[in-house]
Structure formats: structure tokens, C-alpha cells
């Protein structure tokens, strides 16, 4: 897997930005502030998102563009040969954030796992995880465990079946799923509802016990029950024949009362008779209906003369308030000259004073400020001496400074990098012994051609060494002298650019002289000074410029006409109704409107209190002819109608006197036929025979004691059959939603097995959990060893060392052994730690990683690092046979390796 292109349309700082990378190495070169970590960052984002923290300064508000834009762009990768295009973006909150996986050749969108988190599904690694490998941010190779990575347990996978997804701790998960399954804490699992089910069945048994027994007990008191049921029948039925017996012993000396109601009731009715013809009038009689009738209309008609006076007040009181309104509108007259909407006139009148007032004071504020800004311009000028000359000059004196600098810079970088004192010694020495090799090789060379005219084979053989040895001699000081010759011509530039330094001191000496100052920072101060007052006074110009133009657009002349005849105006209005503001004139103003207002309300009231009278007046009218009408019956029509009530108060009483009569009338009646009951005096004593043949003994003496015994008596049956009734359902009812004994210790015996199971299964799977663990924790044991090895192995690598051995704790905490003795790793400089976290980093990809078709992405990773580790860390990198590598980097050493190296490399300049 390999990323092609980075398309940053905005994140943080950049904008429109695009990278192209290629296989292999891709050194990114910047300075500082350039991008680099920006660009790295990116590229994490954009395979794992923005993380969700709330910190004042998390990625969302660390990458938001200051313009206010969404950071968005495209990361275009190559994945098992095929190519993809992921595009986000990311807005002020999770729901304003968009992720798309592109098909590169199509566009197409796809759909895969974890489309929030490609880099899940890419690098099939988490966010912790990929930081701490194929992640190394600048100063960030050391890592420490944390509950999100998964490097360990996928590295025991591998080691384990070969597969990293293959996972023992999901399978012991899963174990534990189905065991929390089974029981859990809450007491919600499979074996937990057995076993409380199996508690619930056996307290239903013993519940369906208890009622087989409740049961007997029941029937028995049903049987009791009964009895005493049957015995208050007979004991009600006695108090029956002996309420008989009293009662007619009662009525056999009420007999002899019979006449004397007989004399009464006629006595009464000749009585009616008389009040009746009384209140016969015609052919129709007055009832009580009638009269209340006539009341009613009367009491009517009295109201409604009295809501007419009460009116006809009113409307008195009214015509009193507008006579005494109008009377108060008069000092009020000079609004009526005015017109409609004086309040809006005056308002209108008292805005345009106080526009005009502060266009005015503006103006003068504007024409003060420009004034001012020119008093400071002068201030400002007379603190500068030799203002004239220092800007005539200035810009010669900048040149001056500048070449005096450059010159001092350059002069300290020759000076530095040359050894310039021994020049004509060395060149000279050089000289010497080249002239030497000269003379020795004339001397070998006649020796050597003797050597060939004699054939002497011993000095022909001699000679050559001394060739070749005079010929290495010859180019080893033709090099030297080169190089002297070099530093001689480099001495002269030195003196002639120390010459051009003293010019450029006189000159500035001069400067210096002129302008009247006693040091070097005085005289750049003083130009400082002449730089920030230009600066200063060019914007002071460029304000008073503003000002003046916008001075133009007034005509204050014009201005001051309007704003006096404005005041004239409400002088006027002011003396004429004595005020002293026009806050007071329109508060005079709102009480004229308010007058108004209220008079027009007045006589609006007024209108409708006449017409109120006038309805009120034609209904006493039809009223009273309804009134006349009805007491012409009684012969009351030249009665008053206030004085009604009492004529109409003699034929209540005789009316009422007639009801008394009939229910007198009606209660003897009533009697008689009660005492008589339309039998006679034999049939009585034939029954009284009756009672007398029974054997009831007791002692009651009235109708009222037996009635009382009796209500007992029933109350008490009633109770016994409620109580009958009670026991007939529980026993009817005793099984009703309650299930058979049997059925219940089927059900126990059922439940019983079923436990037993998941008990055994329960058992079993702890068993497995525990083994696998164990078995587990094995295989960590023999991972362990092989990550030391790994990471002990590139450490020496890096260090050109001879360590021992490295030991990797639980959370990543390392310790190595140099010559027998095991220290922490903290210990070490920050350099050789770091070296030895990248180790172990590199070591984790590997395990991780075997066939190594990842990218890895480094950001000054080595920025701690001396040259010579520094080489060695970029010769392991290669050598790890990466798929791709992308290094950011502010040095050109990492570029000046590679090229020493011979490193076929893609450099990309920000």
C-alpha cells in the first residue's frame, strides 16, 4: 500500500496545496514553519479522523482555517493494486463532517468497513496502534502502553495460528459473553433464571399445600354457617307473627277512632268549599302561579325604572365631565392651528435640531482633530534633529549599513573557515618538496633507462615502486599547493574586503559625525526613530487627508441656517404655551390628546346612555300593559304597581290557607284507610287466632322494638350469607389461576435438569477460559524473547554497539544489558533513547507487518541523532525494504546521505 497524492484544499495554515509521492523513499524538505507536521498530520487525519476530545486546543480547532473555511481535501492511496481516493471534510461539530471512498478510476463512492476510520480498514490497525508504528512525529518515537493499542495481542495471533485476526482474547471474550450469559452480577443470565425460577416453583408448591389445607377448613365453616343461617330464618319468622299479633290488638282500640276523623274530614271540607268560591273569579280560579306571575312582571318593572333613573344620573354626571373637559382644551388652542400628527411634527422638528446640532459638532470636532493631528506632526518633526538630512540621505545611509553588514558577515565566514596565517609557510614547504620529487624522479628516471640500456633486472624492478611512489608524492602536493594557492588568493579577498569594511566605517564614521551622535546605537536609534516618525506621519497625512474630504461634504454655512430656524421654531412653540423644552411641549400634548380623547369617549357614552333611556322607557311601557292586563282579573287596575305586592299578599294567604286544608283532608283519609285496611272486626279477631296458636314467647311492647329486633336479625342473616357466599367462591375458587401439584413438581423436575446442564456447561466454560489463558500467556512468553531479540539487533545496529540483551516490559518500558549489568533505558542520552524506541518500533512493523507492504511516515524523526547515527538510522530504514517511506525533514543532511549513498530517493521541496 502506497499513498500517490495529497490534495490539501484547507487545513490549518495551507490552502490549495498538492504533494505527489512514489514508491520507496520520498524525502520532503522544508524550513521551519513550512508545513511539514501539517502535512504529516493530514495525512493521520485523514485515515483516522479528528479525535473527539472537548480540549481548548484538540485537532478541530488546532487544523480549523483561520478564514473560517471547513478543513477538507483528498488523500489518493494505492491499495492491492487498486486505487482509491479518500475525500472529507470536517466542520464545527461531528455532524457537519463528510467521509467518501472513491474509486479512483471511476469516482464511484464504495462502501467498506469502519468508513469514518479508513485507516482500519487499510492498515487493519487502530488509531493507538498505528501511532505507535508506522506514525514517528518529531520527538515522538517514545511510546507507552495504553487500553486502545492492540500491538501485543495481534503480534501473539501471528505467532500463534499465523493470523493476526485470529484473535484468542476475542475467543476468550467470547467465552466470557456466554458465561456472563449464564450468570451475571444483576442475576439476569440463563442459569440465574433457572435457579430463581426453580426457587419460584417451589414456593408456588408450597403455596398450592397450604391451600389444599386452607380448603378443609373452609367446607367445615360452610356447614357451621349454614346452621346458624337457617336458625335466624326462623327466628325473623317468629318476630313477623308476633309484630302481627301487637298490631292488630292495636288496631282493634284505634276502631272506636274511626268516627271522630270521619266528622273531622267533613268538618274540612265544607272549609274548602267557602275559600274556593272565594278565589273564583269568572270562570277561572287564581292560583299561586298567576300571582307570581303578575309579582314577577312588577318586580321587572320596578328594575327597569330604576336602571332608567340610574341612567338618566349618568347621563348628568357625563354632560357635567365635557362641559368641564372643554373648559380645560381652551389653554390648549394653539395645537388646533397645527393640523393632524402634531406629535409626529414635533418629533420630526426635534430630530432635525439635533441632526443638524450633531453634524455641527461633528464638523467642529473634525476640524479640532485635524488641528491636533497637525500640532503632533510638528511635536513629532521638532524631536528629531537633522530631520533634513537624515531624509535627504537615508536611503544611501541604508545601502551603507547594509553593505557594512554583508561585509562583516561574509569577512567572519572566511575568517572562520581559513587558516590563512601559515599561507606562505605552507605554500612555501609545498614548493620545497615538490622540486624534491622533481630531482628524486630525474634520478630514478636515469637510473631506471641505464638500468634499461645494462639490463640490470634488480634496478629496473627497484625503480618502479619509486614511480609509483613519487607519482602519489606528486599528486598529494600538487593538491596542497592547489589548495594553498586557493587560500592565498582567499587572504587577498580577505584584505581587500577588510579595505572595503574600513571604507564603509569612514563613511558611516561621517554619518555619524553629521547627525551628532556618540555611538553606533545612538546612530541606528536615531534612524529608527526617523523611520517609525516617517511611518508615523505618512498615516497621520493619510487620516487628515480623510478628515479634510470629509469636511467637504458638508455646506456648514447651510447647516447653521437650518439649525437657528429650527430653534426659532420651537422658541415660538415653547413661549406660547410656557414651556421650556420640547419634552414639556409634547408632554402638554399628550394631555390636549388625552382631552380629546376623553371628550370623544364622553360623548360617545353619552349617545348610547340616550339610547339605553330610550329602550329602557319603550319597555316600561309594554311592560305595564302586560301588568294592567293581568290585575284587571283581580280588579286591581287603578292599583299603583309599586303598591301591588300587598293586594297580591291577601290571595297568597288564602290560597295557602286552602293547601293546609287539603292536606288535613288528606292525612284523616290516609288514616282511615290505614287503620281499616278494607277489613272488618271479625276478619281480625280470625286472624288473631292464628298468632295465638304459635308458642312465641316475648316480651316486646310495641310494633318499634320487634321492628328493631328484626332489622337485627336481618342484618345478621345478611352477614352470614356474605360470609356463606365468601366461603363458596374460595372453596369454588380456590384453583382458579393456580395450577395442579402435580403439574408444579413436573415443572420442578423439568427445571431441576435444565440447571443441572447449564451449571455443567457453566463449569466447563471456565475451565476452557482458564486453560486458554494459560495457553495464552505461553505464547507471550516465546513472542516476548523474539521481540527482544528483534529489538536489541537494530540497536546495535544504530549505535554501532555491542549491547547484550533488551528486555520489553507489560506497558513498553525498556531495560538493556551492556556487559553483564541490566539498566533502564531512561538512563541513556536522549539520543540513544530515541534510537532505541525506533528500534522497537521498527521492530513491532516488522512482527506486525511481514511483508512489509505499508508506508511509513517520519516527521525530523532523527533530529537528536549525531551524523554517523543519523546515517546509519536512514541505511536501516532502507534496509527494512519498506514500501513506501515518507521522511519530513528542515536539514539537507538527510539529503546530503542519500546522495552519498547512492539512494534512489523522491525529493519533494515546500
Excluded at 628524486?440 to 628516471?445: E, P, V
Aim: glycine letters at 4%; proline letters at 1%.
Amino acid at each position: 500500500m502506497i499513498i500517490k497524492r495529497v490534495d490539501i484544499h484547507a487545513f490549518a495554515g495551507l490552502r490549495s496545496k498538492s504533494l505527489d509521492f512514489s514508491n520507496g523513499f520520498n524525502l520532503i524538505y522544508g524550513r521551519n514553519e513550512k508545513g511539514k507536521s501539517t502535512i504529516e498530520n493530514f495525512i493521520r487525519i485523514w485515515f483516522y479522523g479528528i479525535d473527539g476530545s472537548r480540549g481548548r486546543f484538540n485537532d478541530r480547532r488546532r487544523y480549523m482555517p483561520l478564514t473560517g473555511e471547513k478543513i477538507s481535501g483528498e488523500l489518493t492511496m494505492e491499495y492491492n493494486g487498486k486505487g482509491y481516493i479518500i475525500k472529507r471534510s470536517f466542520g464545527n461539530s461531528r455532524k457537519d463532517d463528510t467521509c467518501e471512498i472513491l474509486d479512483e478510476i471511476t469516482g464511484e463512492t464504495i462502501d467498506i468497513e469502519y468508513a469514518n476510520e479508513p485507516g482500519k480498514y487499510f492498515f487493519n490497525i487502530n488509531l493507538s496502534t498505528f501511532m505507535k508504528t508506522l506514525f514517528i512525529s518529531q520527538l515522538g518515537v517514545m511510546i507507552l502502553k495504553d487500553k486502545e493499542e492492540e500491538i501485543m495481542e495481534k503480534m501473539t495471533n501471528i505467532y500463534n495460528t499465523g493470523d493476526e485476526n485470529t484473535s484468542v482474547k476475542k475467543v476468550l471474550e467470547r467465552l466470557e459473553k456466554r458465561k456472563k450469559q449464564l450468570s451475571s452480577v444483576r442475576k439476569g443470565g440463563e442459569l440465574d433464571l433457572l435457579k430463581e425460577g426453580n426457587a419460584l416453583l417451589k414456593a408456588e408448591l408450597w403455596e398450592a399445600y397450604k391451600l389444599a389445607e386452607e380448603n378443609v377448613d373452609n367446607e367445615e365453616n360452610l356447614l357451621k354457617k349454614r346452621d346458624i343461617k337457617e336458625n335466624i330464618k326462623e327466628q325473623i319468622k317468629k318476630l313477623d307473627l308476633y309484630k302481627k299479633y301487637v298490631k292488630k290488638i292495636k288496631l282493634k282500640k284505634d276502631y272506636k277512632e274511626i268516627s271522630s276523623y270521619l266528622i273531622k274530614g267533613e268538618e274540612l271540607k265544607r272549609e274548602q268549599q267557602v275559600i274556593s268560591q272565594e278565589l273564583k273569579k269568572g270562570n277561572e280560579y287564581i292560583t299561586v302561579e298567576f300571582l307570581e306571575e303578575i309579582n314577577e312582571k312588577s318586580s321587572k318593572y320596578l328594575s327597569l325604572l330604576d336602571a332608567k333613573q340610574e341612567k338618566l344620573n349618568k347621563l348628568y354626571r357625563l354632560e357635567e365631565q365635557i362641559h368641564q373637559k372643554k373648559e380645560n382644551m381652551r389653554i390648549y388652542s394653539v395645537f388646533l392651528s397645527m393640523g393632524n400628527n402634531i406629535k409626529d411634527k414635533i418629533y420630526t422638528l426635534k430630530a432635525d435640531v439635533k441632526n443638524l446640532e450633531e453634524k455641527i459638532n461633528g464638523f467642529i470636532s473634525v476640524q479640532n482633530e485635524i488641528s491636533r493631528l497637525k500640532m503632533e506632526i510638528n511635536k513629532n518633526e521638532r524631536a528629531i534633529g537633522n530631520l533634513e538630512f537624515i531624509s535627504k540621505h537615508r536611503e544611501e545611509i541604508e545601502e551603507l549599513i547594509n553593505c557594512y553588514r554583508d561585509g562583516l558577515t561574509e569577512l567572519k565566514y572566511k575568517i572562520e573557515n581559513q587558516d590563512y596565517h601559515k599561507v606562505k609557510t605552507n605554500l612555501k614547504n609545498a614548493y620545497t618538496k615538490i622540486k624534491f620529487v622533481y630531482v628524486i624522479g630525474s634520478m630514478s628516471i636515469v637510473a631506471f633507462v641505464y638500468s634499461v640500456l645494462k639490463q640490470v633486472m634488480p634496478v629496473m624492478i627497484a625503480c618502479i615502486p619509486i614511480f609509483i611512489l613519487l607519482v602519489s608524492l606528486y599528486l598529494k602536493y600538487s593538491i596542497e599547493i592547489k589548495k594553498q594557492e586557493i587560500n592565498k588568493k582567499n587572504k587577498e579577498f580577505i584584505d581587500e574586503l577588510q579595505k572595503k569594511i574600513s571604507g564603509y566605517e569612514e563613511k558611516l564614521n561621517n554619518y555619524i559625525n553629521q547627525l551628532e551622535c556618540v555611538s553606533y546605537e545612538e546612530f541606528i536609534s536615531k534612524l529608527a526613530q526617523y523611520d517609525k516618525y516617517k511611518s508615523y506621519r505618512e498615516s497621520m497625512e493619510i487620516i487628515i487627508k480623510n478628515k479634510e474630504d470629509e469636511l467637504n461634504k458638508f455646506d456648514i454655512t447651510k447647516l447653521k441656517t437650518e439649525y437657528n430656524r429650527n430653534k426659532g421654531v420651537i422658541s415660538s412653540l415653547c413661549n406660547v404655551l410656557s414651556c421650556n423644552s420640547l419634552d414639556e411641549v409634547l408632554g402638554k400634548l399628550e394631555i390636549y390628546e388625552a382631552l380629546r380623547e376623553e371628550i370623544s369617549r364622553n360623548e360617545y357614552e353619552i349617545n348610547g346612555v340616550n339610547q339605553e333611556i330610550y329602550n329602557i322607557s319603550e319597555q316600561l311601557l309594554e311592560r305595564e300593559k302586560e301588568i294592567r292586563k293581568k290585575t284587571s282579573i283581580l280588579g286591581l287596575e287603578n292599583i299603583e304597581i309599586a303598591d301591588l305586592h300587598m293586594n297580591l299578599k291577601e290571595y297568597k294567604e288564602k290560597i295557602n290557607k286552602m293547601k293546609e286544608i287539603r292536606s288535613a283532608l288528606q292525612n284523616v283519609e290516609e288514616t282511615y284507610k290505614v287503620l281499616i285496611k278494607d277489613r272488618n272486626i271479625d276478619e281480625i279477631k280470625q286472624e288473631m287466632k292464628e298468632i295465638i296458636n304459635n308458642d312465641i314467647n316475648y316480651s316486646y311492647e310495641s310494633e318499634e322494638e320487634i321492628d328493631i329486633e328484626i332489622r337485627k336479625q336481618s342484618n345478621e342473616l345478611l352477614k352470614t350469607e356474605k360470609e356463606i357466599k365468601d366461603l363458596e367462591y374460595l372453596i369454588e375458587k380456590r384453583y382458579l389461576g393456580k395450577r395442579e401439584i402435580s403439574e408444579i413438581e413436573e415443572e420442578i423436575s423439568i427445571n431441576t435438569e435444565k440447571t443441572l446442564k447449564r451449571e455443567k456447561e457453566f463449569k466447563a466454560i471456565e475451565l476452557a477460559s482458564d486453560i486458554l489463558q494459560e495457553s495464552f500467556n505461553e505464547i507471550k512468553k516465546n513472542v516476548g524473547p523474539e521481540l527482544n531479540k528483534k529489538v536489541i539487533d537494530k540497536f546495535n545496529f544504530l549505535v554501532n554497539g555491542h549491547y547484550e540483551e533488551a528486555k520489553i516490559s507489560e506497558e513498553y518500558k525498556l531495560k538493556i544489558r551492556n556487559e553483564g549489568l541490566l539498566f533502564e533505558a531512561e538512563i541513556l542520552s536522549n539520543g540513544a533513547k530515541d534510537q532505541l524506541y525506533l528500534a522497537l518500533r521498527l521492530s513491532f512493523i516488522n512482527m506486525l507487518f511481514k511483508n512489509k507492504d505499508v508506508p511509513i511516515y517520519l516527521d525530523d524523526a532523527f533530529v537528536q541523532y549525531d551524523d554517523e547515527r543519523r546515517k546509519k538510522a536512514i541505511e536501516l530504514l532502507a534496509g527494512e525494504n519498506f514500501e513506501q517511506i515518507i521522511f519530513f525533514t528542515c536539514q539537507e543532511i538527510e539529503k546530503d546521505i542519500l546522495d552519498d549513498e547512492q539512494y534512489e530517493y523522491n525529493l519533494i521541496n515546500l
